[in-house]
């Protein structure tokens, strides 16, 4: 049965290459840098994609951390038991609980007329839907997975270490920015790897809320605040409508670029995690 | 020196009150979440409307029976496939965790957990319903055991390597074949951090959304069949939220209410079981 899994993954690698071979024959490496997509003229290129989706996971992952960090130290150092300790572990958790159609939904009809009130405020298209909006919900549900890694690692850190910090007469502070810190610093970067990857595909709360649009902004600032499309987006939208091989399997590769990223980061998490318990 | 411990113990409270603040700022947006779900969703769930399939556009009433009874197929279905091979599985990793087969498949699990749900979808839909020619309830579980997989297997391995070894070696002294062993004391004793395990992984997958759009597709009608299209709790709540009518979209607060319960009470138990049984998750 373990060996089942071994089987599951690489079917799906294969699955995955041999339905993109159409569109990897015919587009090649040039796939990934084609700047239109355009399946009624047959044009298919991923940059639109690539770009919404590194944009989105990245300004999530931003929002995410102060937060993130915030939840580890509090709930790893200042207040590890008790009751109250117990609840907000207990509700950070239910944040990750939450399905993302719901957060997608709830985002659709409350956040986005927000966003749209911000940006008449600051002057850009007021869209509503866009990249920005689905990085201010992913960033929320991203925060569970770097934090509750965050608490373990903090958590773990050498009585002996802090102990001898504080008897040099180091305050609080002190001890958590010079001893907690750099002894957790990989762990915590893991942690933010991980999220990074759950930000990545996520799929459902994003194709609600970023507008779907595969065209390229013209402006920074209407990258951001304007409608995108993320990988995961754009095959959820397009998939049930592509009617023939090629467009089939341009969205395919789309999704083994996407399979692709996303193991090697949580891997990569992973090894850093299993180093640092290690040691 | 006064002024400069002073100094640093400010700094450091300072540091306090923000970490505090961050800390318990993000709770906002979640309850804030629940109850804006919650206002929206109850007021639309009734006995008809838990009662009867949707109803079309123009027409007041309706319900979502085909979604929680498909709902309710698809997972049963896919944990009657995931549970099984996900325990075996997990109790192979953790009795037999320096093979090299041990090693390949700890990793796979890692990698699958990892699989955006989206491309679990394009795959199933290559497995299964291009073969079959149809959508089909039976690829939407199919995709779902593969979400559950790694939750069960993770689980089980976690708890019975805790279970301490002269468990096993009392048994085993006892002249107790090597599989009863396993399936008479092992799993038992670490029943309760499986269960929880298994609860977990249900939680996860009832919401899950993406890898039904390729596979169950989505059926506005009631249906048992596994080799026709379902309709699910999640999948109705996307079709309809994202569609232009008002009647709709309270339809869709309703399912989202019912499916958020079901979510918060299966977490609840998996709380309770931890908790109780004190397994590490």
């Known amino acids: ?279 | 020196m006064e002024a400069k411990i002073g100094f640093r113990n400010t700094k450091s409270v300072i540091f306090k009150s923000i970490v505090v603040f961050f800390a318990f700022v993000i709770t906002l947006p979640l309850i804030i979440i629940l109850i804006y779900i919650i206002k929206q969703g109850i007021t639309q769930v009734n006995w008809h409307f838990l009662t009867n399939v949707p109803a079309p556009v123009g027409e007041k009433g309706g319900g979502i029976l085909n979604a929680l009874w498909g709902s309710f197929l698809m997972v049963m279905v896919a944990a009657v496939v995931a549970i099984p091979v996900g325990m075996m599985a997990g109790i192979y990793l953790s009795e037999n965790s320096r093979t090299r087969l041990a090693y390949y498949s700890g990793l796979c699990v890692d990698i699958l957990q990892g699989v955006p749900s989206i491309v679990v979808g394009i795959v199933v839909y290559f497995w299964i319903v291009k073969p079959l020619g149809t959508f089909s309830a039976l690829s939407g579980s199919f995709a779902l055991a593969i979400m559950m997989l790694p939750i069960v297997i993770r689980s089980t391995e976690q708890t019975l390597r805790l279970l301490p070894d002269s468990l096993k070696e009392a048994a085993l002294s006892l002249g107790v074949p090597y599989h009863r062993v396993i399936l008479k004391v092992i799993v038992p004793c670490g029943f309760a951090g499986i269960l929880s395990g298994i609860t977990l992984s249900i939680a996860r997958v009832i919401g899950e959304t993406a890898p039904l759009l390729f596979t169950a597709f989505g059926n506005p009608y009631l249906s048992s069949s596994l080799t026709k299209p379902m309709e699910s709790l999640p999948h109705l709540i996307f079709t309809y939220a994202t569609s232009p009518y008002d009647d709709w979209h309270n339809l869709a607060w309703g399912a989202s209410f019912i499916l958020l319960m079901f979510v918060l009470i299966l977490n609840i138990v998996t709380k309770v079981i931890t908790r109780k049984w004190k397994v590490q998750l």
Do not use: C
Not at chain 1, 73 to 81: A, Q, R, S, T, V
Not at chain 1, 208 to 231: Q, R, Y
């Open chain 1, 1 to 279: 049965m373990s060996a089942l899994l071994v089987i599951i993954i690489i079917g799906v690698l294969i699955t995955l290459i041999i339905e993109s071979l159409p569109s990897i024959k015919a587009l090649g490496i040039g796939f990934l840098w084609g700047k239109v997509w355009d399946p009624v003229q047959n044009i298919y290129g991923a940059y639109p994609f690539l770009v919404g989706t590194l944009l989105t996971s990245f300004i999530a992952l931003i929002i995410s951390i102060p937060f993130s960090y915030a939840i580890s130290i509090y709930l790893g150092e200042y207040n590890p038991k008790g009751w109250l300790s117990d609840l907000l572990k207990n509700t950070i958790e239910l944040i990750a609980a939450v399905p993302s159609i719901i957060y997608g939904f709830w985002g659709l009809f409350v956040l986005v007329p927000l966003v749209r009130t911000l940006e008449m405020k600051i002057g850009v298209a007021p869209y509503g839907i866009g990249v920005f909006t689905s990085s201010l919900i992913l960033a929320v549900m991203i925060i569970p997975y770097a934090s509750s890694l965050g608490i373990t690692l903090i958590r773990m850190t050498p009585s002996p270490l802090k102990e001898a910090a504080y008897g040099l007469g180091a305050t609080r502070y002190e001890v958590i920015r010079k001893v907690i810190m750099p002894y957790t610093r990989s762990g915590l970067f893991a942690g933010i790897l991980l999220s990074l990857g759950r930000a990545l595909g996520e799929t459902m709360a994003v194709t609600m809320l970023i507008g779907n649009t595969s065209a390229v902004a013209d402006s920074i600032k209407n990258a951001i605040f304007g409608p995108g499309n993320t990988m995961a987006s754009v095959i959820a939208n397009e998939f049930t409508e592509a009617d023939h091989t090629e467009y089939l399997s341009a969205l395919i590769e789309l999704g083994l670029v996407l399979f692709f990223v996303t193991v090697v980061i949580n891997l990569i998490g992973k090894r850093i995690i299993t180093k640092f318990t290690n040691n």
